[in-house]
């Protein structure tokens, strides 16, 4: 579980991405490309502590391989039974 309010920050900008990746049609493989390329920037910059990226790197994963984040709901449409 992530605590430190900068770590949060990054995990939530992480899956806004992975969000707007996989509708743009993106998929697993190049998402995560996507996380690898972000998590060594943050490696790069030291913007955060190294077991932090860590932590971050754990549940960005875990976010990414869990099938429900990615469904696609699909609607029926409404009649009008006027």
């Known amino acids: 579980m992530l605590q430190d309010t900068q770590t949060i920050r990054y995990y939530q900008k992480i899956t806004d991405a992975f969000a707007r990746l996989w509708s743009s049609g993106y998929r697993m493989d190049d998402m995560r ?11 790069q910059s030291n913007a955060i502590e190294p077991f932090l990226i860590h932590r971050l790197e754990e ?22 039974y006027y």
């Not at 490309?33 to 490696?43: E, H, I, S």
């Not at 976010?63 to 449409?77: A, G, I, K, R, V």
Request: proline residues 3%.
């Open 59 to 80: 549940e960005a994963s875990r976010y990414l391989y869990d099938e429900s984040n990615f469904l696609m709901t699909q609607t029926q449409p409404q009649h009008d």
């Open 33 to 43: 490309m996507y996380l690898d390329g972000y998590l060594a920037a943050l490696r």
